[in-house]
């Protein structure tokens, strides 16, 4: 019932002001990080096992997938 009474005090049900909100730029550096392991891991493994690759998404689901497995 905390939130209850919280509620009926008028106070807000979460504290949200010390919720740290992550920047895009923080964002934005985590996938920049990502694609660059995807790019190293693409350039390492031999080019015929992904062929038949055409679509880029494609290709990187396969090399997530795969790496599960190792």
């Not at 985590?30 to 031999?46: D, P, S």
Request: hydrophobic share 35%; proline share 3%; charged share 35%.
């Amino acid at each position: 019932m905390r939130f209850g009474r919280r509620k009926m005090n008028g106070e807000p049900w979460l504290n949200t002001t010390n919720r740290k909100k992550k920047s895009v730029k923080e964002k934005e550096r985590k996938k920049k990080v990502y694609y660059r392991e995807l790019i190293l891991i693409r350039e390492q493994l031999l080019p015929s096992i992904f062929h038949g690759f055409q679509d880029k998404r494609a290709l990187n689901a396969q090399i997530l997938f795969s790496l599960q497995f190792i």
